[in-house]
């Protein structure tokens, strides 16, 4: 991922906090050999230091590569919106000759892995996860004896690097990203107002 020096995140607490506020990713595999690598979606918990825990069903192909090379890469993408290029066109220039872009922010983790086949490790992770997804939710505590836990594996992801992008007109001027955000507000998109919010914020506004 190509990250520019003004999109980059200001700090460890902007990709943390904004990782903490996202629960679905894509969990890529490169095994050893291989011509592409295992690409899952899934829902995982993170702890807001170092580690990811999720599950997946035990035929899912990513085991094996998992097995040939203990490494993976949780990727994720969230507010992202077109820019149009008339919108993108820098201040005292012909509006016809701007060039489109996108807005968004990326965080890519990159993992040693852990899979956790005991059932009292299971069955942590998926008490953890029901906490997290359904709280207001009865159910039975997730035992070591679930009958469930057969069926699936558990992964412990350790975080060992990081990159974050936030690309929300950071090479632009701030007269120029309040006229984006001000586009972003009129437009009122599925995403528009997150990344507004995301502009705004990096503006420090």
Known sequence: MLVHPWDAPIDESEWRQWLAGHDF??????????????????????????TVWLHLARPNPVWAALD???????????????????WNAKPGTD??????????????????????????????????QLAQFQPATERSPVLPTDRNLPGIRGIELTITAVAGK?????????????????????????MDAGARAHLLRRLGS
Request: aromatic share 8%.
């Open 25 to 50: 990713g894509q969990l890529i595999a490169p095994g050893r050999g291989r011509d592409l690598p295992v690409v899952v979606p899934t829902h995982f918990s993170y702890d807001g230091a170092e």
């Open 95 to 128: 509006p016809l000759d701007g060039v489109p872009t996108s807005y968004y922010a990326a965080v890519q983790l990159s993992c040693d892995v852990r899979v956790i086949d005991d059932p009292a490790g299971k069955a942590a992770i998926l008490h953890r």
């Open 166 to 190: 936030f690309k929300y007109g950071g090479n632009r001027t701030a007269e120029h990203r309040h006229d984006l955000a001000e586009h972003l507000a009129e437009r009122a998109g599925p």
């Open 68 to 86: 040939e090379h203990p490494r993976a890469l949780l990727t994720l993408i969230g507010e992202y919106v077109y820019v149009p290029s008339d």
